[in-house]
């Protein structure tokens, strides 16, 4: 069965700080990976896709990672701002698949 | 562009009440999607379309029904409602398999 697992479940961090969230993912064939942003009482957007052959990929302050080999991605964030509390959620899509793999979030709150 | 439009934005039901949630696209996608979000559960495929005249059941299908009317919109009705589908309801859509999947704002379901 597919899945995706998500770390942490929620982190809390100071405004300016760096934080990194971790997924790590059983899902194959594998096709390609999307971070998600999930303001609250919104819905998810998309922040970044990873294909096999891509290693490291980013979108502002937003820095994603994929390691194929060990099925693992990160997102990295960068002098975090108060608007970047969300719940940040990864989601894995499979080859000829319509049904992507989506993780349970982490949801990251940046106090001032 | 409007992306993806659903309504109700809230609503509440009574037990055993029916309604049906509406959701419109305007990005001329094959795919869509209904998912529901309750904490700590992540986000659950409850019907796709994975092309106009096409429905199939995902993960969490029991108590609903679907209907493709046409290209740009996919109907979810919830034929007697349970306390149990109170949740917070996402409609989404997509080119096809393996592409990035676009939500509306989310529909918000008290059902007491």
């Known amino acids: 069965k597919n899945q995706v697992e998500q770390s942490p479940q929620s982190l809390i961090i100071l405004e300016g700080k760096n934080c990194t969230l971790q997924?790590?993912?059983?899902?194959?064939?594998?096709?390609?990976l999307r971070w998600y942003k999930q303001d609250t009482g919104r819905g998810p957007v998309s922040l970044t896709i990873?294909?096999?052959?891509?290693n490291t990929k980013s979108n502002g302050r937003y820095t994603a990672t994929l390691d194929a080999d060990t099925k693992q991605s990160s997102l990295h964030i960068t002098a975090s701002q108060l608007s970047d509390s969300a719940s940040y959620i990864c989601?894995?899509?499979?080859?000829?698949?319509?049904?992507?793999?989506f993780g349970r979030g982490t949801s990251l709150i940046v106090h001032p | 562009n409007a992306g993806v439009t659903q309504t109700p934005k809230f609503q509440v039901l009574k037990t055993g009440q029916s309604m049906t949630l509406q959701c419109a696209q305007d990005?001329?996608?094959?795919?869509m999607y209904w998912y529901r979000q309750d904490p700590g559960m992540g986000l659950r495929l409850i019907y796709y379309?994975?092309?106009?005249?096409?429905?199939d059941k995902g993960e969490v299908p029991n108590g609903y029904n679907v209907s493709r009317l046409n290209k740009r919109e996919f109907s979810l009705r919830l034929e007697s409602a349970a306390p149990s589908q109170t949740s917070v309801y996402f409609c989404?859509?997509?080119?096809?398999?393996?592409?990035?999947?676009?939500f509306g704002e989310g529909s918000w379901l008290t059902v007491v």
């Open positions: 989404a859509s997509s080119e096809g398999a393996g592409n990035t999947i676009y």
């Open positions: 997924c790590n993912y059983t899902v194959s064939p594998f096709s390609n």
């Open positions: 990873m294909t096999f052959s891509e």
């Open positions: 989601v894995v899509a499979s080859g000829g698949s319509y049904i992507p793999t």
């Open positions: 990005m001329n996608h094959n795919s």
């Open positions: 379309s994975a092309s106009e005249g096409t429905t």
